[in-house]
């Protein structure tokens, strides 16, 4: 788990260099969140959580760049936090991973349907 963060923190997030370190656990997610949450970021505590780790590498992936989004944008879903997914789509297809760069760009999609506000 913290290989694949590592990769996906250095091949997405090259710029992001938090100066305490960030750790990743597996669990539920913290009270007050949403029962369903399959992942979450917690700025306070420097930690993504995530409930299950998905079989798929390329799901997994698009979880953590979730989450990291959240890290590193501070805004929930608004346009700083999908501006910065859209980006790591751009950099899924450059290294030849369109099946990820598909399940970001499908997450901001669902994201604006949800909140057209945004």
């Known amino acids: ?5 590592e990769y996906i923190r250095k091949t997405f997030f090259s710029r992001w260099h938090p ?7 597996k669990g539920l ?11 979450w970021c917690d700025r306070k505590k420097r930690e993504i959580g995530i409930r299950r780790i998905p079989r798929d590498r390329n ?6 760049i979730h989450e990291m989004c959240h890290a590193v944008t ?3 879903h608004g346009r700083m936090f999908q501006t910065e997914m859209l980006r790591a789509s751009q950099k899924a297809e450059q290294i030849g991973n369109r099946v990820l760069r598909n399940m970001v760009r499908n997450d ?4 604006k349907e949800v909140s057209p506000e945004f």
């Open 74 to 76: 501070n805004d929930y």
């Open 19 to 25: 100066r305490k370190s960030w750790a990743i656990r």
């Open 29 to 39: 997610p913290p009270e007050g969140l949403v029962p369903c949450t399959q992942a």
């Open 1 to 5: 788990m913290k290989k694949e963060f």
């Open 59 to 64: 799901s997994f992936y698009s979880i953590l």
């Open 108 to 111: 901001v999609k669902r994201i």
